[in-house]
């Protein structure tokens, strides 16, 4: 269970590095990011770790990625689109 949590630290600070260098804008700070990245993938090790058990440990850390994954894309914001307030739309 060690190495898949390393491994899916490891991933997961790749993947969210990779999400705040190309989609920079269109999240919050790096700082942020970074830290759900590598939050997201561990929450996912070890979610997918109870699942599948002991002995599959490319199955864990695909799992870490894929959740990773999910708690980026819920960072993202819409790209083009100008904020308005709740009284500017009446």
Do not use: D, K, N
């Not at 898949?4 to 920079?24: I, K, M, N, Q």
């Not at 799992?63 to 914001?77: D, E, F, I, K, M």
């Amino acid at each position: 269970m060690f190495w898949e949590a390393v491994g899916a630290v490891v991933l997961g600070f790749a993947l969210s590095w990779t999400a705040a260098h190309r989609f920079g804008g269109r999240l919050p700070s790096r700082r942020v990011v970074l830290g759900a990245g590598v939050l997201g993938s561990l929450f996912g090790a070890l979610i997918t770790h109870a699942a599948l058990g002991p002995g599959h440990a490319l199955g864990t850390v695909l799992g870490a990625v894929a959740v990773a994954a999910v708690v980026l894309s819920l960072l993202l914001r819409p790209a083009g689109r100008l904020r308005r307030s709740a009284a500017t739309q009446t």
